[in-house]
């Protein structure tokens, strides 16, 4: 009988109980409801609007409804907050626990500049802080992103600390747009030559370059003097004027030495981990591929040219339109080593480009497993936390 009473029981649900213009007094209203309805009062509007909340079964809400004085009774619905996130790659690699990031929902903003030679930026992203207008190789008028590839790689450098979105390695870095692929993520040596040559004029000021792009190649070991590369050359020229270069090791699991600026011994090139919670261990569930968690990602390029990894798969950033996205690729890993270079480079204005490999090397770990490694290197993961 107690589960036949049970089942007959009515369902109480919370409410807004609007009140006309004709109530002048909607707290004695709301203890007559009390009474008459069984409401269950839990709060009284006065100013803003006249009416009150409370716990009401069904049948009372019909009645409600049909109660002089009530102008409408609406059903309680949740809301959140629009909170700031911190992005699994984020976590992974310890930039919240990083006192020059100093993540902590307030808006403080690295003192470094970072170029994120790609597609572009979104130039009025909020969660962005683009340093001017930068420079247009490809198609187009402005270094505006009309694909999405080159803000997603910003954010993961240096998105705001400002309690919304997402939050970057490097909060708030300065990040200059230097577009050298269109709106389909296409370009030519000649684009990408064109960025750096824009980047070196510019070394006084910019500390840190990233080039989530790449193409097939190799290093002479000269340079490019010997196999006539222009984008080598370029790229040493810049290195030797002071900036840092992070690039993404390629997405073709080849090893990195066919794939420029991979190649290249004088930049920071990045495989990429798959990691689903932030978090060191393995056992996370796949979030949007199907990857191993705390694995090397199934697409990543490997090889010895390979100087760091850190996490590019399933990475939520900043995208075109003001908006956020969630991709994979060692273009999603390279923004993460870029951040904690321009987090040394922060502290340690001086330091050399060497210098800046080094140091993430050396405060970076091992905690991964690379049993799916093809070539059985295990790259020290990028760890900021001591950066």
């Known amino acids: 009988m ?6 007959g029981a009515p369902k109480f649900h919370r409410y807004i109980v609007v009140l006309d213009g004709s109530v ?3 707290g004695r209203v709301a203890a007559d409801h009390a009474t ?5 009062v839990r709060f009284v509007y006065r100013s803003a609007i006249t009416g009150y909340a409370a716990r009401l079964a069904e049948p009372a809400v019909a009645a409600l409804r049909r109660t002089p004085g009530v102008a409408f009774v609406e059903r309680d619905r949740p ?20 006192s020059t990031a100093a993540i902590n929902g307030v808006d403080q903003r690295v003192n470094v500049d970072v ?21 247009n190789c490809s198609s187009g008028s ?21 309690s919304t979105g997402v939050v970057g390695v490097a909060p708030g870095a300065r990040l200059w747009p230097v577009r050298v692929l269109n709106n389909k993520g296409s370009g030519t040596t000649a684009t990408v030559v064109c960025g750096i040559d824009y980047v070196t004029a510019h070394a006084a000021q910019i500390e840190v370059a990233n080039m989530s792009l790449g193409g097939s190649g190799a290093d002479d070991g000269n340079c490019g003097n010997t196999n006539n590369d222009a984008e080598h050359r370029a790229i040493c020229r810049s290195v030797a004027a002071g900036v840092t270069y992070a690039v993404a090791a390629g997405n073709s699991s080849q090893d990195s030495a066919r794939h420029i600026p991979a190649a290249y011994d004088e930049v920071i090139t990045v495989s990429a981990l798959a990691d689903f919670n932030g978090q060191p261990g393995g056992g996370a569930p796949s ?25 590019g798969v399933c990475i939520n950033s900043t995208w075109k339109g003001g908006a956020y996205n969630t991709i994979s690729g060692t273009s ?4 993460h080593a870029a951040g904690a270079a321009a987090l040394y480079k922060a502290k340690n204005p001086g330091a050399s480009p060497a210098a800046v490999k080094t140091a993430l090397q050396g405060s970076g770990n091992l905690s991964w497993s690379n049993s799916d490694d093809p070539d059985g290197i295990k790259e020290t993961l990028v760890n900021a936390a001591a950066l």
């Open 2 to 7: 107690s589960a036949g009473a049970a089942q």
């Open 24 to 26: 002048a007094h909607p």
């Open 36 to 40: 008459s309805y069984g409401a269950e």
């Open 79 to 98: 809301v959140s907050a629009n909170l700031q996130t911190i992005p699994t790659g984020i976590d992974r690699v310890d930039a919240d626990l990083s």
């Open 115 to 135: 170029a994120v030679i790609d597609t572009g930026i979104d130039l009025r992203h909020p969660d962005l802080n683009v340093s001017g207008s930068g420079k």
């Open 142 to 162: 402005t270094a505006n992103d009309g694909n999405g590839h080159g803000s997603h790689v910003a954010g993961t450098i240096g998105a705001l600390d400002n």
């Open 287 to 311: 979030i949007c591929r199907s990857d191993v968690d705390d694995t090397f990602a199934s697409f990543s390029n490997y090889g010895r040219d390979v100087d760091v990894i850190a996490p």
């Open 332 to 335: 999603m890993a390279s923004p």
